[in-house]
């Protein structure tokens, strides 16, 4: 299935998320990059939920590594789910050069009294606070539909680089979400507000 899905968009770049096993037998919770007809680049979710209604540290293995992936000579992130409810993975990639984070969820949403579901409330907030701290574009995917009992709510988006929200899909509908990125944006703010690049790592205290 994933070769079929990266022959038929060679010229796409295209994030899937899948179970993937390794040679031991081993089974983690992946998003793969496809582009030119094959996997690019292969993210394995670091942190696993098993809190709440959330099992995945019973089935899945973490992942433990990080790297960057490319596309057009461009350096940019894949995170999955709760990896991005940490801040370290993304400030680790933004740091190292990544200039847009791409987060895919699944995560189930919740039902509130307002017009936006309380779920999709608490992902802006950290779409947006990362697109600030971290310089970057962000491009957050999210599951949209029903499955046993569960609902998703959708409501992907892309962040500029500073916290402005450029694109909103609709939420609880399945939407073809379209946005044109100016990567520049990164550089230009980048210089002006160097965050990233005043980091300090001789601060002494609690680690």
């Not at 789910?81 to 699944?106: I, M, N, Q």
């Not at 694109?167 to 979400?177: I, Q, V």
């Amino acid at each position: 299935m994933i070769a079929e899905l990266a022959r038929a968009a060679p010229e796409l770049a295209v994030v899937v998320g899948c179970v993937e096993e390794d040679e031991r037998g081993f089974l983690f919770n992946s998003a793969l990059l496809l582009h030119g007809g094959r996997v690019a680049h292969v993210h394995r979710k670091l942190y696993l939920p098993t809190y709440g209604i959330f099992q995945e540290g019973r089935f899945f293995s973490p992942g433990d590594r990080l790297e960057l992936a490319r596309l057009f000579g461009n350096p940019f992130g894949v995170l999955i789910c709760e990896d991005f409810w940490h801040s370290d993975p993304a400030e680790r990639l933004a740091r190292a050069g990544a200039k847009l984070l791409c987060v895919t969820s699944a995560s189930p949403g919740r039902i509130g009294p307002g017009d936006v579901p309380p779920s999709q409330e608490d992902w802006e907030s950290l779409t947006r606070a990362s697109a600030l701290l971290n310089t970057c574009w962000v491009l957050y995917c999210g599951r949209v539909g029903w499955e046993e009992g569960s609902f998703y709510t959708g409501g992907s988006h892309v962040v500029r680089p500073g916290g402005e929200l450029l694109a909103r899909a609709p939420y609880l509908e399945e939407h073809l979400l379209v946005a044109d990125l100016d990567l520049r944006e990164v550089d230009r703010l980048r210089w002006r507000l160097p965050i990233l690049a005043d980091e300090r790592g001789d601060i002494e205290g609690p680690t």
